[in-house]
């Protein structure tokens, strides 16, 4: 009977510190997994703050040309990306009588590959919306969104065309009609590929401006603008004041080329 009493003292021990063994091991795996998922969104958050404010250093300088901007983008444990052929847009104007495309070039973009995440908000627009050209009063051509890398989610910055309409009295007895369409193009930016903080310039190199104009003979109501953006198509219509003699119709369309670089101090 005592060497049996002396056998189970051992085997309580061992069956305690089993049992606080995996207490402990649990306890750990929960508080690791709890401190990467904070440390996860933190990134996330970070990213989509050093994007959103790279954004606003380049609506500083957009249609002022000669201005710049610099920003030290943060280390939020993923990599910085410009891509300055990405984004090809294609615009065609055409009333239903008559079309041409007056742009087809890549407008460039920036992208932050996120580190991994299981809250990356995939889908997500924190500016602008998934609409590929716009022409409503107060819209925003920015589109900074959340989408699915190669590898990882990204956070994406690229511009969007707009399109405004106005009147300028009558030419030759027919309503003139001023068709502006604007574009941002980002396709001279410096290729970057990096991690960590990088010092950033922003630089409006100019504003270009060309005009197509339609002198016709009958009476449109609209004036399509279609637009394909990487593969994405969308179509706004601009109302035309026309008349028994025709129409002036005059599409303007303004280019402000910026550049994104690496900022040497």
Same mark, same amino acid.
Do not use: D, M
């Given at each position: 009977m005592k060497s049996k009493k002396a056998f189970s003292i051992p085997i309580t021990f061992l069956m305690l510190f089993a049992s606080l063994f995996v207490v402990i091991s649990v306890t750990y795996y929960f508080a690791v997994s709890k401190v990467t998922t904070n440390s996860q969104m933190l990134n996330v958050s970070s990213a989509k703050q050093n994007m959103n404010t790279l954004e606003q250093t380049v609506q500083y300088v957009l249609w002022q040309p000669g201005s710049s901007k610099t920003y030290e983008f943060g280390d939020c444990g993923g990599t910085l990306k410009t891509e300055p052929s990405a984004n090809l847009l294609t615009i065609n104007i055409t009333d239903g009588t008559f079309s041409e495309v007056i742009f087809n070039s890549s407008i460039g973009a920036v992208a932050y590959e996120l580190p991994y995440s299981k809250s990356a908000d995939t889908g997500l627009y924190l500016k602008g919306t998934s609409q590929? @050209? $716009?022409?409503?009063t107060g819209a925003v051509m920015t589109q900074l969104y959340i989408e699915s890398g190669e590898e990882h989610p990204e956070i994406t910055l690229r511009y969007r065309p707009k399109v405004t309409v106005t009147t300028a009295g009558t030419q030759n007895d027919k309503p003139v009609n001023n068709v502006r369409i604007y574009v941002v193009n980002l396709n001279t930016?410096?290729?970057?590929h990096l991690m960590g903080k990088i010092p950033l310039k922003s630089s409006c190199v100019n504003a270009e401006t060309s005009v197509n104009s339609y002198n016709v003979s009958y009476s449109p109501s609209t004036l399509a603008v279609q637009v394909t953006l990487s593969g994405r198509q969308a179509q706004v219509s601009?109302?035309?004041e026309s008349?028994?003699?025709?129409?002036?119709?005059? @599409? $303007?369309?303004?280019?402000?080329?910026?550049?994104i670089e690496r900022w040497d101090r």
């Open positions: 590929v @050209v $716009e022409n409503k930016s410096q290729n970057i601009a109302p035309i008349n028994a003699n025709g129409a002036i119709i005059n @599409v $303007e369309l303004v280019v402000c080329n910026t550049t």
